[in-house]
C-alpha cells in the first residue's frame, strides 16, 4: 500500500487518520507495524525531505537572501511549503479586533506537516505538568499523570532519537538509562552562560533534541520496541540504517536529507509504508467526520484539491490529527441530528480551552564574545543546551504570581550569516553614526556572533476566553465553514512575562551583557501573540468528566467511541515543555488503546 | 505661505536656514521616481509558496530587475564605498551585492516596496549632489569624494539640514550592502564564518576560544 490518488482508495479501512504530523505519523507508525489496515489523509502534496530540501544553500543562491515573504513566511529555506499564518483561500477570523485578542494560526500544508519545519526541541512534561489543579489551584488535572505516559516517552525517544542528559531535575524528567543519545559538547556562548548564569540562580544543561548524535542502534531497540514482532522489528530496523547520524552542519528547520533529524516521514511514515498495511492520500481536505444511525463514525468526507471533487473514505475508527484547531473544526463542522453543535461536543466543550506557550525574549550584546577566534560551531543545527525551570519552591510557596514556568532557550554564536546579522552594530561600536567602508568590515569580523538571546516558553493554564467556534458567515475556497478565534491572556500570563524579562535581563547581565532594549511598562508589548510560538493545543481537551471534557485518558471521545484524537487538541493545558515529543507519547498510547478494543471488538 | 515680506521681521541667520532646509525639501521631493510613466510600477509576480528550495536563484530569475545603466553605475559604486575591496576580501560590487540590491526594490512583496523609492530617490540624490558638489556623476568622482558626500550623510543625528533626507536612505542602502555582501561565501569568509561543512565530529570549541573568554 503506498501513496495513492482517490481513485485508489479502497473500500473500507480499519483506521482513517486525518494528519500526516507527529500526532498521525505516530499513530499510523504504531497500527500498522502491528497489521492495522490504516487510511491517512494529508491536506498538502507529497514532499520528498531526501530531495526537497535546502540543507546547504546559503543565502545568496535564493531570492531576497531567503528573508520571509508571503510566500515563505519562514524564509525561501525553511521547509515549509504551501504553508503559513495566511493562506489564500483559507483564511479565520478573531472575534476581537484588540490587539492583545488576537489568535495566529499557523497551517503547514505538506506531507509530515509541522514535523518538517521544528527546532526539534523534544522535552518531556514532568508530574507535575500532568496536575496543576492540584498543585497551584488553576487549570485542570488530566486524568493521567506522569508515570502513565513515560514508558511511551521512552518509546518515542527510542524510537526518533533523542539527544540529550539525564539530569535529575526535578519536573524535567530523566529518561529511562540508555534511552537517550549522547547530549553533544556545548557551544563556548553556552558554556559562558553555563558559567555565569550561576551568579543569578540559573541552571543550564544540555537541551533534549531529536537529533541523531550517533546512529541508531538498530540491533537492539527495534526487539525493545516489537516485542514479539519479528516482521516489524525487520523494517524498523531497515528504516533505522536508512537514517545517518548528524554530520554537524546545516540549520534543523531547514530539513534534513540524510534523516539525521526526526521529520514524521523519515521516521513514522516510511516505515509504516514498508508494512503494506499504509494508503496515504494527499492533497485531500478533510470537511466532516460521517457517522452512521448507531452514533458510530464512519469515515471522512474530503475535498480532493488535485479534481476539486468531493469524495468520501470509510473506515471502523476515525482519528483526527490535523493540528488541534483543524481537529476542532473538523469536529465543528460535522454536524448532525445527535450532535447539532458538532460532533462529540455534548459537553459544549469543543473548541474550548485553546492555549499555547507563554512566550517573551530579549537579547544582548556580549562584549566577552568580541574578536572571537574563529571557529565553527554550527554544531547539531539547533541549541544544545536550555535553562530548565527550578523555581518550584517559589511556586509552591505562592511567590511568583503565576502557575507553572517556564524554560529559555539560547540563540547565539556564530551562525550562517543572514540579511540581518549586522543588526545594531553601530551602536556595539559606539557610533551613533552609520559606519561604512573599512571601518565596517573590520567592525562586522569583530562583533560577528556576539548576541545572544534567550526565549522564554511558559505554561499556559486554560481559561474561558480563549477558545474558537465557527466563524458564522465566512467559508474557505472548499466552502468549509471557517474558524473565529477568541483570544484572552489573564494576570497569570502577564506576570510570568514580566518575570521573564526580568529575570533573562539578569542573565545576561550576569555574563556582562548589554541588553538593546529597555524594560516594557506595556507587558504587551514584550509578549508574543497567542498562537504565534505554533504550540497551540487544547480545543477537545481530556478529563475524568464527560459533561466537563470532550474525551476520556485514551484521547478517546467521551461520544463516540470509535473517534480518537492524536495531536494537541487532548491537552488540558500548555506545560512549560515544547508539545510535540508528548503529541507522539499519547498519540502512541491511544493507538495501544485503540488496538486493544479493536481486538475486544468494542469499537 | 511664508513670503519674502516675512523675512525681514526673521534673524537673518535663521532666514537663511530656513530657506536651505526649504529647498533641500523642494529637491529630495520632486526627485526620485521617474514621472508617473508606469516606470515604477513592480511587474513580476512573487514565486509562490510552493518554489524549488533546492535550487540556485540569481536576481532576475523570478522576476524583472529596475535598475537603468545610469542608475547601476551609481548603485555599485555606492555598494563599493560602504564594502570596498582589501587585501583579503572582494567588494561589494565583484560578488554581485548591486544585483541583489536590485532585486530587492524589484521584488512584488509589500515589506520591500518602501525600500524600492528610498533607493531609486537616494541614487539620484547621489548622483545630484555629486553634479552640485564635484561637476560629475557619483560613480565617476574620486574615492575622496564619494566618501565626503558619504560622511555627510552617515549620521542621521548630526546630518545637516540639507542631508537629513538623504541620511535614512544612506542608513537603509548600507543595511541592504552589508547583509547582501556577507550572506555570499567571499562575504561569509570576510567575516569569520567557517560552518555549512559537514564533519564526522563535534568537538566543541577550541581551547583558544575558550580562553578567550575566560573559561580555562
Not at chain 2, 563535534?202 to 575558550?210: D, N, R, S, T, V
Request: charged share 20%; glycine share 10%; hydrophobic share 35%.
Amino acid at each position: 500500500m503506498p501513496v495513492i490518488t482517490a481513485a485508489k482508495l479502497q473500500e473500507s479501512y480499519d483506521v482513517i487518520i486525518v494528519g500526516s504530523g507527529a500526532g498521525g505519523g505516530q499513530t499510523a507508525y504504531t497500527l500498522t507495524m502491528e497489521g492495522v489496515k490504516v487510511l491517512v489523509l494529508e491536506a498538502g502534496r507529497s514532499f520528498d525531505p531526501a530531495s526537497e530540501v535546502a540543507m546547504f544553500q546559503l543565502p545568496s543562491q535564493a531570492p531576497l537572501r531567503g528573508v520571509g515573504t508571503p510566500d515563505k513566511q519562514y524564509g525561501f529555506h525553511d521547509c515549509s511549503i504551501n504553508s503559513g499564518w495566511d493562506i489564500p483561500g483559507e483564511p479565520y477570523t478573531n472575534a476581537s479586533p484588540e490587539p492583545e485578542n488576537q489568535f495566529r494560526w499557523w497551517r503547514q500544508r505538506m506531507m509530515g506537516g509541522r514535523t518538517n519545519h521544528w527546532g526539534r526541541i523534544s522535552l518531556r512534561n514532568g508530574p507535575y505538568d500532568f496536575k496543576p489543579r492540584t498543585r497551584l489551584g488553576a487549570g485542570f488535572d488530566w486524568p493521567i499523570g506522569y508515570e502513565d505516559v513515560a514508558p511511551y516517552y521512552d518509546k518515542v525517544e527510542m524510537l526518533i532519537g533523542v539527544f540529550g542528559a539525564n539530569e535529575g531535575l526535578e519536573n524535567s524528567p530523566d529518561s529511562s538509562p540508555g534511552v537517550l543519545l549522547p547530549a553533544p559538547k556545548l557551544r563556548v556562548g553556552e558554556l559562558y552562560a553555563q558559567k555565569h548564569g550561576r551568579k543569578v540562580g540559573a541552571h543550564i544543561v544540555s537541551t533534549h533534541r531529536a537529533v541523531l548524535t550517533r546512529p541508531l542502534d538498530a540491533e537492539t531497540l527495534p526487539a525493545k520496541l516489537h516485542p514479539n514482532n519479528g516482521k516489524a522489528q525487520r523494517i524498523l530496523a531497515d528504516n533505522m540504517r536508512m537514517r545517518a547520524q548528524c554530520f554537524w552542519a546545516t540549520d534543523c528547520h531547514r530539513g534534513c536529507s540524510i534523516g539525521a533529524n526526526y521529520d514524521s516521514q523519515t521516521v513514522h511514515l516510511r516505515p509504516a509504508l514498508a508494512t503494506g498495511n499504509l494508503d496515504i492520500l494527499p492533497n485531500t481536505m478533510a470537511r466532516e467526520v460521517t457517522m452512521d444511525q448507531q452514533g458510530k463514525a464512519t469515515g471522512i468526507t474530503f475535498m480532493d484539491k488535485t479534481t476539486g471533487r468531493e469524495g468520501h473514505a470509510s473506515g471502523r475508527v476515525v482519528v483526527l490529527a490535523a493540528s488541534s484547531q483543524e481537529s476542532v473544526r473538523l469536529l465543528l463542522n460535522s454536524k448532525s441530528g445527535a450532535f447539532p453543535n458538532g460532533l462529540a461536543n455534548s459537553s459544549g466543550k469543543v473548541g474550548k480551552y485553546i492555549t499555547d506557550s507563554v512566550s517573551s525574549s530579549l537579547g544582548a550584546h556580549i562584549p566577552a564574545f568580541e574578536g572571537m577566534p574563529i571557529h565553527n560551531e554550527d554544531g547539531a543545527g539547533g541549541p544544545h543546551a536550555y535553562v530548565p525551570w527550578t523555581m518550584h519552591d517559589q511556586n509552591r510557596k505562592g511567590e511568583l504570581g503565576f502557575p507553572g514556568g517556564y524554560h529559555l532557550e539560547f540563540t547565539s554564536g556564530r551562525q550562517m550569516p543572514s540579511l540581518t546579522t549586522l543588526n545594531g552594530i553601530d551602536g556595539f561600536a559606539g557610533s551613533n553614526g552609520v559606519v561604512f567602508g573599512k571601518q565596517l568590515k573590520e567592525n562586522a569580523q569583530r562583533f560577528y556572533g556576539c548576541n545572544l538571546g534567550f526565549g522564554a516558553q511558559g505554561t499556559m493554564l486554560p481559561n474561558d476566553g480563549s477558545f474558537c467556534e465557527l466563524d458564522p458567515m465566512l467559508k474557505d475556497q472548499w466552502g468549509i465553514p471557517v474558524l473565529r478565534f477568541h483570544w484572552k491572556w489573564t494576570d497569570f500570563e502577564f506576570n510570568q512575562v514580566r518575570h521573564h524579562q526580568q529575570r533573562i535581563r539578569e542573565l545576561l547581565e550576569a555574563m556582562g551583557g548589554k541588553v538593546s532594549r529597555k524594560a516594557d511598562a506595556d507587558v504587551l508589548k514584550s509578549m508574543r501573540p497567542g498562537g504565534s510560538v505554533i504550540h497551540e493545543v487544547g480545543g477537545a481537551i481530556m478529563g475524568d468528566d464527560p459533561g466537563k471534557s470532550v474525551t476520556n485518558q485514551w484521547s478517546q471521545a467521551w461520544d463516540v467511541k470509535n473517534l480518537f484524537l492524536a495531536d494537541g487538541a487532548p491537552f488540558a493545558s500548555t506545560a512549560d515543555k515544547n508539545p510535540t515529543l508528548t503529541i507522539m507519547a499519547l498519540a502512541w498510547r491511544m493507538a495501544d488503546h485503540l488496538m486493544d478494543e479493536l481486538k475486544k471488538g468494542n469499537l | 505661505m511664508n513670503t519674502p515680506d516675512h523675512l525681514p521681521r526673521m534673524d537673518r541667520r535663521l532666514a537663511i536656514q530656513w530657506m536651505l532646509s526649504a529647498a533641500a525639501t523642494l529637491r529630495v521631493s520632486n526627485l526620485g521616481l521617474p514621472a508617473a510613466d508606469g516606470d515604477t510600477a513592480i511587474k513580476g509576480k512573487g514565486y509562490g509558496p510552493d518554489p524549488s528550495m533546492v535550487k540556485f536563484y540569481q536576481p532576475g530569475d523570478v522576476w524583472p530587475l529596475t535598475l537603468t545603466e545610469p542608475q547601476r553605475h551609481t548603485a555599485r559604486a555606492l555598494c563599493d564605498v560602504i564594502m570596498p575591496a582589501d587585501e583579503t576580501s572582494p567588494s561589494a560590487s565583484m560578488v554581485g551585492v548591486p544585483d541583489f540590491i536590485d532585486e530587492w526594490i524589484s521584488a512584488p512583496y509589500p515589506a520591500q516596496a518602501g525600500d524600492r523609492r528610498i533607493v531609486l530617490e537616494g541614487l539620484k540624490w547621489m548622483d545630484d549632489e555629486a553634479r552640485r558638489r564635484f561637476r560629475a556623476g557619483f560613480a565617476d568622482l574620486t574615492h575622496e569624494q564619494q566618501t565626503a558626500i558619504c560622511d555627510d550623510i552617515s549620521n542621521p543625528v548630526k546630518a545637516k539640514p540639507e542631508h537629513k533626507k538623504a541620511a535614512p536612505f544612506f542608513k537603509r542602502y548600507r543595511d541592504l550592502t552589508a547583509g547582501g555582501y556577507y550572506t555570499t561565501p567571499e562575504g561569509m569568509k570576510a567575516i569569520g564564518y567557517v560552518g555549512n561543512m559537514p564533519a564526522g565530529t563535534f568537538e566543541g570549541p577550541p581551547m583558544e576560544a575558550l580562553r578567550h573568554v575566560g573559561l580555562v
